[in-house]
Antibody
Framework: EVQLVESGGGLVKPGGSLRLSCAAS????????MNWVRQAPGKGLEWVSS????????YYADSVKGRFTISRDNAKNSLYLQMNSLRAEDTAVYYC?????????????????WGQGTLVTVSS | EIVMTQSPATLSVSPGERATLSCRAS??????LAWYQQKPGQAPRLLIY???TRATGIPARFSGSGSGTEFTLTISSLQSEDFAVYYC????????FGQGTKVEIK
């Protein structure tokens, strides 16, 4: 069974840092680009970042560029999101999401499956 | 950035009735359009990609149509499990989502 399990969320003060993890199983992780998508409480979905299968290509939404860093460890089947200089508007559930089809490039794609999400709350 | 606009924001439908949800893109996205269903406390679930291709395991009562800037998701006969929020997403450029349409019981 294909599974994505996020962890690392929690409460952090404005200006603080947090590192999210996504553990993948049930598929060849190194064959897929990967993504982070977030959803503020009661709001819609926002794409955050994409990373190609070999980490050669990385892309960010303007809203997080310069503050967030996406990375992956194919040996550990894991995806990460390092979040620095956090703001109240970063409060959201963060989902790890995989494209439906394998591919090396971090090209725009649709997402299937998604993890269950991890909640990040930025508040003093 | 491509802005996706969904309408209506809320759709009240009786079980067994047809539901028609709309999604408009601020510029052409060709057929690079997906639809998701999200229930409270759950992750989004892929329904449709390529504007009209049903994902694996999605019932035939869900259908998608459109291309360019205008898209439609139709649920032919609403079942109790279909009451949820539906999002469209374009992937012609870096992904962007609509704000969602909530389908509620009338």
């Amino acid at each position: 069974e294909v599974q994505l399990v996020e962890s690392g969320g929690g409460l952090v003060k404005p200006g603080g840092s947090l590192r999210l993890s996504c553990a993948a199983s049930g598929f060849t992780f190194s064959s897929y680009s990967m993504n982070w998508v977030r959803q503020a409480p009661g709001k819609g979905l926002e794409w955050v970042s994409s990373i190609s299968s070999s980490s050669s290509y990385i892309y960010y939404a303007d809203s997080v560029k310069g503050r967030f860093t996406i990375s992956r460890d194919n040996a550990k089947n894991s995806l990460y999101l390092q979040m620095n200089s956090l703001r109240a508007e970063d409060t959201a559930v963060y989902y790890c999401a995989r494209p439906q089809e394998p591919g090396a490039a971090a090209a725009p794609n649709w997402f299937d499956p998604w993890g269950q999400g991890t909640l990040v709350t930025v508040s003093s | 950035e491509i802005v996706m606009t969904q309408s209506p924001a809320t759709l009240s439908v009786s079980p067994g009735e047809r539901a028609t949800l709309s999604c408009r893109a601020s510029q052409s996205v060709s057929s690079n359009l997906a639809w998701y269903q999200q229930k409270p406390g759950q992750a989004p679930r892929l329904l449709i990609y390529g504007a009209s291709t049903r994902a694996t395991g999605i019932p035939a009562r869900f259908s998608g149509s459109g291309s360019g800037t205008e898209f439609t998701l139709t649920i032919s006969s609403l079942q109790s499990e279909d009451f949820a929020v539906y999002y469209c997403q374009q992937y012609n450029n870096w992904p962007s989502f609509g704000q969602g349409t909530k389908v509620e019981i009338k």
